[in-house]
């Protein structure tokens, strides 16, 4: 939450990141008298910097009248060098797979305790897919969401398994068992779920390193199955995942 930013002195580009900032993991969405309350500001100037954030696209105001991030931020924040760079490199990777597949493709990263989708390829096939680029999804109940978590400090695993919220009948919520799974998929080398963000959708992952062995992203897809096909998949998104890796090396030469 924002310091005192109702202070005498505080100035309009302070409060509209105070703004801003009432959002986060917990506040996704907020009704307006809630992002004055956390922003510390009065209601009518809360109310004039959301209509002007609204406008400009850092805001969207959904059906039900509650407030979430807009895509401009979106937007901006592709610019990033690190999301930037690590899009361009893998986008060669995503459109193999994608032909090879016709199947969603995702690169994601973590950000705290989400998955933060970076780029997407839309599959043919009729498989209920949740992601957008720029959404955040958990991190318990994606494929790319499990391949983050099983390489997350700690801290980070803790957080996640003390909450634990059920998104379908399938999802995991069971610290214990999630924790084992977390183990296979850094044993394996690839993490898998079963309709546990979306009935009629499965998916597989694996992680993408970077010269100094770190979990950068994951790269994974959405099927309807995996009964047939997990191997051909894994194979494929590992060659993948192999490929952005020489890539980002390389690069990382060349700068230096």
Excluded at 26 to 38: F, G
Excluded at 193 to 220: K, Q, W
Aim: proline share 4%; charged share 20%.
């Amino acid at each position: 939450m924002a310091g005192n930013t109702s202070r005498p002195g505080a100035g309009v580009v302070e409060r509209a990141f105070a703004v801003l900032d009432s959002f986060d993991g917990a506040h996704r969405e907020q009704r307006l008298s809630d992002i004055a309350r956390r922003a510390e500001l009065p209601l009518a100037t809360a109310h004039r910097l959301v209509r002007d954030l609204t406008a400009w696209g850092a805001l969207l105001r959904n059906p039900d009248g509650n407030y979430a991030i807009g895509p401009r931020l979106w937007d901006l924040g592709l610019l990033s060098p690190t999301h930037t760079g690590l899009r361009e490199v893998a986008s060669p990777f995503l459109h193999d797979i994608y032909a090879a597949t016709l199947a969603t493709v995702h690169l994601a990263v973590r950000d705290g305790t989400s998955a933060l989708y970076v780029d997407r390829l839309s599959g043919h096939a009729s498989v209920p897919v949740v992601s957008k680029i720029g959404s955040r999804l958990p991190l318990h109940t994606t494929g790319v969401g499990k391949v983050l978590l099983a390489h997350a400090p700690e801290d980070v695993q803790l957080a996640v398994l003390s909450d634990l919220r059920r998104v379908t009948a399938y999802s995991v919520v069971q610290p214990g068992r999630l924790r084992a799974e977390l183990a296979r998929v850094r044993q394996d080398g690839y993490a898998q779920t079963s309709e546990e963000m979306s009935l009629g959708a499965c998916s597989v992952a694996v992680p993408v390193r970077d010269g100094s062995d770190d979990v950068v992203a994951a790269l994974g897809i959405v099927v309807a199955s995996l009964k047939r096909d997990r191997h051909r998949l894994v194979a494929a998104l590992q060659v993948a995942a192999q490929g952005i890796r020489r890539t980002l090396v390389s690069l990382s030469e060349r700068s230096t």
